[in-house]
Structure formats: structure tokens, C-alpha cells
């Protein structure tokens, strides 16, 4: 069974940081290719940033400079650090696996960012 679990989610101030955790279970985590997604009210939910099993990183150009996606496979663990937050990076975060052909996602963890 797949699982994967999001931390680090809360209230910031704009300009401030947070850093996201997820821990997967369930799949070969080196192998993967992870990622982080986010959905504001209203919205679709959108791609925040990806990171492949070889490292290589992409981001929208909304959140490049400010977010940074890195992996630990010792930990089955990735991350997502976010910096210089803004009212409109308020979203429930998601963290996505793509394994074997199959997308595996977390429960979301909320992130406020007041102005």
C-alpha cells in the first residue's frame, strides 16, 4: 500500500518560510519522481515543483527563486522549501509520486500566508 504523508504546513507571514515534508511508504522511493502540487479555493490544482529519480528539478515560473524541491532516498523523504511566501502561495499542498505509471497522492497539508 502506498502512503504517502505531508508536514510542515501553517500560518506565515508574507515574506516569510516554511519547509514541507513528505514521507512515502509503499514504493520504491528512488525510483520515483516527486512532486508537490498545490490548490487554492476555487482553483485547479496546479504543479508547484518536481524533482526525478536522477534529481533534475522544475518549477512554473511562478514560485522559481522561491521554492526549492530536494530529496532525501535514505529517508523515503522529500522536500519542498519555500521562501519569500506570498498571499497568493496560499493553497492546500500536495505531495505526488509517479511510480511504475501510476500517480500517488497525499492528504495535503494546508499553507496560509497572510499579507
Known amino acids: 500500500q502506498v502512503q504517502l504523508v505531508e508536514s510542515g504546513g501553517g500560518l506565515v507571514q508574507s515574506g516569510g518560510s516554511l519547509r514541507l515534508s513528505c514521507v512515502a511508504s509503499g514504493i520504491i522511493f528512488s525510483i520515483a519522481q516527486m512532486g508537490w502540487y498545490r490548490q487554492a479555493p476555487g482553483k485547479q490544482r496546479e504543479l508547484v515543483a518536481v524533482?526525478?529519480?536522477?534529481?533534475?528539478?522544475n518549477y512554473p515560473n511562478s514560485v522559481k527563486g522561491r521554492f526549492t524541491i530536494s530529496r532525501d532516498n535514505a529517508k523515503n523523504t522529500v522536500y519542498l522549501q519555500m521562501n519569500s511566501l506570498k498571499p497568493e502561495d496560499t493553497a492546500v499542498y500536495y505531495c505526488?509520486?509517479?511510480?511504475?505509471?501510476?500517480?500517488?497522492w497525499g492528504q495535503g497539508t494546508q499553507v496560509i500566508v497572510s499579507s
Open positions: 524533482i526525478t529519480s536522477g534529481g533534475t528539478t
Open positions: 505526488n509520486a509517479l511510480y511504475r505509471r501510476h500517480d500517488y
